[in-house]
């Protein structure tokens, strides 16, 4: 699966469902979310996608901000979307998050797409923002914003280079902020 495949999973989703809410979204799919507190630590789990005897959850760690747990969301809601096909049905960054995780780069590539919109890239870096600040002004990782060029690039739109690389990892090392309920990506 690719680009052309993910971008048309999630517009399906949207249309179908008329949701943009990856909370809202999982609930009208009967994916059940359950929040629970898996630690700070950088290395500490973020969340899964986990589908045993047709039962969809997705665990998101409770202790992370909320912005950072709609990301994961999305990207969880990215295994549960694209990857079910596959005949795997339990999605975990520590067995997965390797650089040659193919399964992982989908789920980056799916939550990018679904939670960046081309038209407010386009915009937000119109306004004579950094690639880095523009991420700030979208609220999300840096990473997540290279995965989204990688996309509206391959749809044909001219943008810069990024000054980042981000690999299909990068969510395992993500700095957790502390305190906070906003992330300063």
């Not at 915009?123 to 923002?129: F, H, I, K, P, S």
């Not at 600040?133 to 840096?142: E, K, M, N, T």
């Given at each position: 699966m690719f680009y052309d495949e993910i971008i048309k999973a999630v517009e399906k989703l949207k249309r179908k469902y008329q949701e943009h809410d990856p909370f809202k979204l999982c609930q009208a799919m009967g994916i059940k979310l359950i929040f629970s507190p898996l630690g700070t630590a950088n290395d500490a789990i973020k969340g899964f996608f986990l589908e045993?005897?047709?039962i969809m959850t997705i665990t998101i760690n409770s202790d992370l901000p909320?912005?950072?747990?709609?990301?994961?969301v999305?990207?969880?809601?990215?295994?549960?979307?694209?990857?079910r096909k596959c005949g795997i049905h339990a999605f975990h960054e520590i067995g997965l998050f390797d650089e040659s995780s193919i399964y992982e780069k989908e789920a980056n590539?799916?939550?990018a797409e679904f939670m960046l919109d081309d038209d407010e890239v386009l915009?937000?870096?119109?306004?004579?923002?950094t690639f880095f600040?523009?991420?700030?002004?979208?609220?999300?990782?840096?990473e997540l914003?290279?995965?989204?060029?990688r996309v509206m690039k391959w749809k044909g739109y001219k943008l810069i280079e990024p000054p980042i690389t981000a690999e299909s990892n990068f969510l395992?090392?993500?700095e957790i902020p502390y305190g906070a309920d906003e992330c300063d990506w």
């Open positions: 045993s005897k047709r909320q912005i950072m747990q709609k990301f994961i999305c990207h969880e809601l990215g295994h549960a979307v694209i990857h590539i799916f939550a915009q937000t870096m119109n306004e004579d923002n600040g523009s991420a700030a002004i979208l609220r999300v990782p840096i914003l290279d995965f989204k060029f395992r090392d993500l």
